[in-house]
């Protein structure tokens, strides 16, 4: 096992900021290790637990709704 060495995986929010209605995204890495979320749904599931804080990239607003996930480097071999 050489856990360290692999890459971590890359989980994209995508927010809907609820003050300009502006899409956002925003990058979260999570590293392949043990009970880490691999899928989208796990992270959704942990993001009930440990939300990710949202800032609009355009108007500041903190209040955002989520609209989506998508993993961007799922690819990289594990
Ligand atoms: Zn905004």
Avoid: K, W
């Amino acid at each position: 096992m050489f856990e360290g060495t692999r890459p971590a995986r890359i989980f994209v929010l995508h927010c809907l900021c609820a003050n300009c209605q502006r899409p956002t995204t925003r990058r979260v890495q999570i590293p392949r290790m043990e009970g880490a979320p691999t899928t989208v749904d796990e992270f959704i599931e942990g993001l009930e637990h440990n939300p990710v804080p949202f800032a609009c990239g355009h108007c500041e607003s903190l209040i955002g709704e989520l609209v989506g996930v998508t993993i961007e480097n799922d690819h990289v071999a594990a």
